[in-house]
């Protein structure tokens, strides 16, 4: 025979005590994804002899590319979140290396733009193709209504993330 706590699951659905421990479990399943990420970001930056803000920039501009937006130096900066210096740094790198260019902007005769080479697509493509491939592959089974709870469920997780006050959480 089921004990109290079992029949009145059966009737009255899952306890607290099971959803916290379900969202706990969801939980650690994103942490776990999150760590597999940065270290394949890492390995990514390594193979590609890159730091992060370098490997940032590349993908801004490629995905900029892919929109036929222009991007500039200040666009840069603000995506960023440094300095103008550390901007010019990073695009003097990333142009040493071959993976963009600096070319005249079409309407501000004062600015330029910042280009990504061919080379550098296709080196970011030979790179992150079969990972992109198997990450598609991951997902491109889920139904209408799984992509719609997991991407309802990250958007909550954003929220909670991006309310994150450093001062007031420092205090606690």
Known sequence: MED???????????TEEDRRRR???????FRVYRAAEV????????????????????????????QDRHVTPAE???YLGVSTAST???IDRLEKSGHVTRVPHPTDRRSVRIVSTAASDAEVRA?????????MAAVSD??????????????????????VDPVEEAAH
């Open 4 to 14: 109290g706590s079992q029949s009145s699951r059966y009737w009255y659905g899952a």
């Open 76 to 78: 840069l900066t603000r």
């Open 142 to 163: 889920m139904t209408t209504e799984e992509c719609d709870v997991v991407i309802a469920c990250l958007g909550r997780l954003q929220d909670a993330v991006d309310q």
């Open 88 to 90: 010019t740094a990073i």
């Open 39 to 66: 270290a394949m970001r890492r390995r990514t930056r390594e193979a590609m002899s890159m730091g992060e803000n370098d490997l940032l920039v590349l993908r801004y501009l490629l995905r900029a590319a892919g």
């Open 23 to 29: 969202a706990v479990e969801v939980l650690q399943a």
């Open 127 to 135: 790179t992150l193709g079969s990972m992109h491939t198997r990450m």
